[in-house]
Nanobody, 126 residues
Framework: QVQLVESGGGLVQAGGSLRLSCAVS????????RAWFRQAPGKEREFVAG????????YYADSVKGRFTISRDNAKNTVYLQMNSLKPEDTAVYYC???????????????????WGQGTQVTVSS
């Protein structure tokens, strides 16, 4: 069984920074992609950033490119999302997801992710 535990959310003013963490436990391997998604009230869950565990390649949504950075710690099986220059429109619940069978790429659609964390709230005030 794979479990994901997110942390690091909170309330921040526009222009500020937050760092999210997602600790993954259970039977995962380098063939699993890790990604961050977010869901704002009344909207669908959307892809934010992802990293292929084998190659370490990272991918970003256009809306966060240049402001957010996804990284990993292989030894801790943890993925991070550093969020800088935050905007009010970044306000959402952020979820970490794991997709099996993606060693060198990262899917952007939610059905491909079999495992999800409980989510962490990020609120950016103007």
């Amino acid at each position: 069984q794979v479990q994901l535990v997110e942390s690091g959310g909170g309330l921040v003013q526009a222009g500020g920074s937050l760092r999210l963490s997602c600790a993954v436990s259970g039977r995962t391997s380098s063939g699993y992609a890790r990604a961050w998604f977010r869901q704002a009230p009344g909207k669908e869950r959307e892809f934010v950033a992802g990293i292929s565990w084998s190659a370490g390649l990272s991918y970003y949504a256009d809306s966060v490119k240049g402001r957010f950075t996804i990284s990993r710690d292989n030894a801790k099986n943890t993925v991070y999302l550093q969020m800088n220059s935050l905007k009010p429109e970044d306000t959402a619940v952020y979820y970490c997801g794991v997709a099996a069978g993606y060693a060198y790429s990262v899917p952007r659609d939610t059905p491909r992710y079999g495992y999800w964390g409980q989510g962490t709230q990020v609120t950016v005030s103007s």
